[in-house]
Each structure stands twice: as structure tokens, then as C-alpha cells.
């Protein structure tokens, strides 16, 4: 992956790829700039062997190229795109295939940013939402979508697993499954999945019946803290439809972006992997404390857990690093922990290399309704953790220092 699609010869023997830092590429004849238009707008198939020329930013820049082919290989897609946020990919994807009248049918909980654009924006477009909660068996959601109008109607299904911030797990080949039973030879029903939980590390929905993958490429992607960023994977088909509308919407990366991210990828397994390793003690640990009700993590789930180890087990090829869990009282007592805090940080965002925490009824989830906060289980007592790869012993001192209200 490190140095997949790049050649130092072709930048001066540069051993990395520099930033190109420009809007416009030059044609080296009309001919050429007529073939790389046609390509663009789809006038026509690629001859064996051509490749897309290079023709504006807005289109296309040599670093969101290289980044959005080395991105493919994590999750064995034909076809990536990258955006300047995780919401820009989000409501890219969920445009291009929506349209007024259409029934989107969508897991709860997600996170906050999306549950705000598909409940207030695509409503407002016309498009009829139906969620449905972790732990809904089959039946009852084909009975729901049934209800709403159906089959004819039902156009994508858009899951977050794990979810964003209570862990809890969806069956993404269930989700397929739906999908193809209300898809037509004339209409596909796309299943996106948002990916961001788990990274391309420990999670490959594609694999399991995902026609999409999403991630907010700001978090275990990009990894720093430093660069804001989203990514949409798929087939050639979708990505085509997806590529389109982000040419006329604007939001791909700008070369800085592709850049960063291309930096961080070189590390994306290394610091994934320390991550879980301190989640599993941070999780460890907080299950056992006194001052702690309830601990949500994956890798604490035990067979007796039904459904949700299930699919643990076949979806996920380790727990992760986002550990919630409630702290005994309500909102003061969370507050009270967090705000003792000295090592971990008092901030939102997840998947960096230093430890997060927030809280999300009062944050990320303020939007939401406060009864469907409590249908989701996002309660006040409720604090979501993001581990980084700190060493976790001071990781342990310092949330034992401050539930203990030392």
C-alpha cells in the first residue's frame, strides 16, 4: 500500500508524492485534451489501457488520486472517492441515490450529523425516513417498510455498525439481504454502511454484503487530529454515479488533504493496533470500577449476549477502540469525571493518537429528540471514550484518578 500508484522517476525522485498544489493541468496537445473530456463526462469507454487525464482540481489531482487507489486496497474496492469532510461523503452518497418520494431506511442510533441531515434535510427533499433500532428482527423491519409504503418506494438502506455512541451492533448481510429482496432489474436498493467505528482495520462491510462504505476519513484514517476529511467506497457503477455528483457538488479533497492522508495511512495499522490493545484494559479496567454501571464494548460481549456476540464474531475482526459506558448518577457525575480529567481530553472526534472523551447526550447528540435519545440509550449518565495510544497504564491512572474524585 505504501508506495502503491506512485513512482519517485515521475516527481523528480522524490521518495514521497508531493503536494500539487495547482488548479489547472496542461494538455500537451487539443487531441489529448478532447480525449481526457470525453473520459470526464463519460462520452465514451476507456480504450485498453487509458487511464483518466488529468484536467482541474475539481476533477481530479494526482495526491487524491494516489490516495483514493491506496484506499481501496484496505477494503478491496474497485473504486474510492474522497471528500473534505465525512459529511460531505455522507450526504453525497445519500443524494445520488434519493430522490423525492423515495423511502430511505436507516439504523438508529447514528451519529448526531448524520441523523440531523437525513431527518431534517432529505425530509425537507421530499424523501420518506423509516429507522429501525439494533436487535429488530427481519421481520419486523420488512413489516415496517411494508407499512410505509414498500417495496416500490424502498430506494437505500443506510446502517452506522457499531453504533455511534452506544456500540451496539447491525447485521450488515440481513441488511443485503432486505436490499435484494425489494431490488428490481431497473432499481438497485443500496446498502451503505458507515464504516468509521472500525476503520478499513477491523471491519470490511463490502465483504459482507455492503454495496458502499463510508468513513469520516478525519478519524482513524487520517488519525491526527489535524485534517478533516471523508471517503465513500463501492463498485465502479455506484462510485461512477457517486464521482459525478461530487464533480458538480465540489466536495472533493484539495491536494493538502490528499497529502495528509497519504501520510497517515503509512501508519494506519500500527496505530490501530496499539489502540485496541490499550481499549481492551481501558475497558477491562472500567467494568470492574465501582463508579461504573454499565461498560459498551465489544470485546466484553460473551456468547450469553445472543445476537450482538454473533455478529461480533462474524462481522468484526477485533473490538475496536470506542469504549462508552455510564457512570453511576447521572449528568453532574459525568460531568464531575470528565472534568478531572488531566491526561485524557475533554473533546469530540475519535480515532486519533491521543484518548478523546465527550459526552454525548449534551454533544455530538444534543439534536436529537430526548426521547429518542432514551429509545437509543444515549442517556445522561452515558460518556463515550475514543482510546489512543497513550501508554495505558497512565491511560488507567488517570480515569481511575477521576472517578474516584480524587
Known amino acids: ?182 431490488s428490481t432489474e431497473d432499481k438497485k436498493v443500496v446498502l451503505a454502511v458507515d464504516n468509521t467505528y472500525m476503520g478499513p482495520l477491523w471491519q470490511h462491510p463490502l465483504k459482507h454484503g455492503a454495496d458502499l462504505v463510508l468513513y469520516s476519513a478525519t478519524k482513524y484514517i487520517g488519525g491526527h487530529s489535524d485534517v478533516i476529511a471523508g471517503a465513500c467506497l463501492g463498485s465502479k457503477e455506484l462510485m461512477g454515479t457517486v464521482k459525478t455528483l461530487r464533480t458538480f457538488l465540489g466536495s472533493m479533497a484539495g491536494p493538502w488533504t490528499g497529502w495528509l492522508l497519504m501520510r497517515s495511512l503509512e501508519t494506519l495499522k500500527v496505530r490501530m493496533e496499539q489502540q485496541v490493545k490499550n481499549a481492551q484494559k481501558v475497558a477491562r479496567f472500567l467494568n470492574e470500577h465501582p463508579s461504573v454501571e454499565k461498560v459498551y464494548y465489544l470485546g466484553l460481549l460473551q456468547p450469553s449476549d445472543g445476537e450482538q456476540y454473533e455478529i461480533y464474531q462474524r462481522q468484526c475482526s477485533a473490538p475496536g477502540a470506542m469504549v462508552s459506558f455510564d457512570v453511576k448518577g447521572g449528568e453532574k457525575e459525568a460531568f464531575a469525571f470528565m472534568n478531572k480529567l488531566k491526561i485524557i481530553k475533554l473533546a469530540v472526534s475519535l480515532g486519533s493518537t491521543e484518548s478523546l472523551v465527550q459526552h454525548p447526550a449534551t454533544m455530538t447528540h444534543a439534536g436529537v429528540p430526548e426521547e429518542v435519545k432514551q429509545q437509543m440509550n444515549v442517556t445522561h449518565k452515558l460518556v463515550r471514550l475514543s482510546v489512543g495510544v497513550e501508554h495505558v497504564d497512565d491511560l488507567i491512572w488517570d480515569l481511575g484518578q477521576a472517578l474516584d474524585g480524587e
Open 1 to 182: 500500500m505504501m508506495s502503491y500508484g506512485y513512482k519517485p522517476e515521475w516527481s523528480e525522485g522524490a521518495i514521497k508524492c508531493p503536494i500539487f498544489q495547482t488548479s489547472t493541468f496542461v494538455f500537451r496537445s487539443a487531441e489529448e485534451g478532447k480525449a481526457h473530456f470525453e473520459l470526464a463526462y463519460g462520452l465514451r469507454e476507456p480504450e485498453k489501457g487509458e487511464q483518466p487525464g488529468l484536467i482541474y482540481s475539481r476533477l481530479n489531482n494526482p495526491d487524491l488520486e494516489i490516495l483514493e487507489n491506496r484506499l481501496c486496497l484496505w477494503d478491496e474496492a474497485e473504486e474510492a472517492a474522497v471528500f473534505e469532510s465525512g459529511m460531505s461523503a455522507i450526504s453525497t452518497a445519500l443524494f445520488a441515490f434519493l430522490k423525492p418520494g423515495d423511502i430511505l431506511l436507516y439504523s438508529n442510533p447514528l451519529y448526531g450529523g448524520t441523523a440531523h441531515f437525513i431527518s431534517d434535510v432529505l425530509v425537507g427533499f421530499g424523501v420518506k425516513v423509516v429507522p429501525f433500532h439494533p436487535g429488530e428482527q427481519k421481520a419486523e423491519i420488512l413489516d415496517r417498510i411494508n407499512k410505509e409504503g414498500g417495496g416500490d418506494r424502498l430506494s437505500m438502506i443506510y446502517v452506522e455498525t457499531p453504533a455511534n455512541p452506544t456500540n451496539a451492533q447491525i447485521d450488515i448481510a440481513a441488511m443485503s439481504e432486505i436490499a435484494a429482496l425489494y
